[in-house]
């Protein structure tokens, strides 16, 4: 029976999507949840499994073309069933869809899954110098292989990670043996031939977008033409719609933040607290969530259609995040009820699933608050612009050393500046100032903390 799979509802209204890359081509024998291509959304670049076990007949779309969700992406000769002609949408007694990501129809086959062998032509690029010099002398780099092989087994997150380096798995399974490959050995096997990907700041954890080496200016062609797709397209209509509907207001102050450092440097050497990357922007995000118990006007949104102000008693926090698709800003839920640890454990664990491209859409929506950490990338202050629905978004600059007044005298202290932009529809200057001078007070004097709730 040919069955064809339709783009799935990818959650929070989102209407269509790009195919990235197709990891099947027809005639290839997949098995249940195997993934079959990466396509993007206007917030992520997410993975879809197969929801049939059988063989592929057509792909209804190529590489880089747009869909909309309940379009045909993909037909299968389903497993166990006579072929038979694709039927329409309006035939009732067609088996129905499952339409959640992950879910599908039951297998058919009660034999062990087998992994889907893919051949693979041609010399791989990076040439893995070590292998070469250790080959006899005859054997030269430009000698085509045909071979099937088995696909590696990784990951999703380690495969998004080897492709963003620019990295054949292959070439990785072929060192590490019949095994699970993991992001270590992939980070093991680029640093052998000379890679680089993506950074983070050490500090803070939040990814910065990879590296990228363009042509100088007056080389190749005068102008290059970048479509406006996937998250820059989502992020740019979101800006706009921001930028023009909420009345911005923005305002500034520079913290002396020695005494947060102090204690982050001795909660560093505490061995307990060994497993914990703690750092300034997990302390930001903390004071953040005990200050805006005390200005609730920035913990609010407001409700055009139904003239009202919604307040919320609960902070989902988006800590912005540079990747190299765009910006994104992830949520940390219910950020009021966690601890230091607790807070500095979420920046960690999100910052690792944005730096591996798996960001659900899920972890994308809503959001009551955010904060935009620009420090890491050697910037003092700014004017950050509203998520759309959200009143306030704070940005961290950078922590450096300075001469400043302390205690009558000048001294090296360790500054920061912190910049609010809010929606004065909501709050107003006082409001804002007072928020941000709570959490100034919480940087500069950690213990001050214990009077807020």
Known sequence: MIAEFRLPDLGEGLTEAEVVTWLVAPGDTVTLNQTLAEVET?????????????????????????????????AFNVVGEEPTAPTGASDSAEKAQPNLV??????????????????????????????????????TPS??????????????????????????????????????????????????????????????GIPLASPSSPAALGDGEREIRIPIRGVRKHTAAAMVQSAFTAPHVTVFHTV???????LLSSLRDDRALSAHRIGPLAVVAKAVCLALGRTP?????????????????????????????????????????????????????????????????????GGTFSISNIGVFGVDAGTPILPPGQSGILAVGAVRRQPWEHHGEIALRQMMTLSLSFDH????????????????????????????R
């Not at 917030?43 to 592929?56: F, M």
């Not at 086959?109 to 791989?124: L, M």
């Open 256 to 262: 002396d933040v020695t005494a947060t450092m102090d």
């Open 297 to 365: 006007g920035l913990n609010s949104r407001w409700d055009e259609a139904a003239g009202e102000i919604v307040q919320h008693n609960y902070v989902d926090l988006g800590i912005a995040a540079a990747t190299d698709r765009g910006l994104i800003v992830p949520m940390i839920r219910d950020a009021e009820r966690l601890t230091l640890l607790g807070m500095a454990d979420a920046v960690r664990s999100l910052a690792e699933v944005a730096r591996s491209g798996k960001t659900s859409p899920a972890e994308l929506a």
């Open 102 to 139: 992950g879910y599908g129809a039951a297998p058919t086959s009660a034999g062990r899954p087998a992994r889907r062998a893919r051949r693979i032509g041609g010399t791989p690029a990076p040439v893995d110098t070590a292998v070469l010099e250790a080959a006899p002398h005859d054997a």
């Open 42 to 74: 206007a917030k992520a670049v997410v993975e879809l499994p197969s929801p049939y076990e059988g063989t592929v007949s057509t792909l209804h779309a190529e590489a880089g073309q747009t869909i909309a969700v309940g379009a045909p992406l993909i």
């Open 425 to 452: 529809r909501l709050v107003d200057g006082a409001e804002g100032a007072r928020f941000l001078k709570d959490v100034a007070d919480i940087l500069e004097e950690p213990g001050r903390a214990m009077l807020l």
């Open 143 to 204: 000698a085509a292989v045909d071979a099937v092989i088995e696909r590696p087994r990784s990951t999703p997150p380690v495969r998004a990670h080897a492709k963003r380096l620019g990295i054949d798995l292959v070439l990785v399974a072929a060192a590490v043996g019949d095994r699970v490959i993991t992001r270590s050995d992939v980070d093991a096997y680029a640093e052998r031939v000379g890679h680089t990907g993506a950074t983070a700041d050490e500090t803070s």
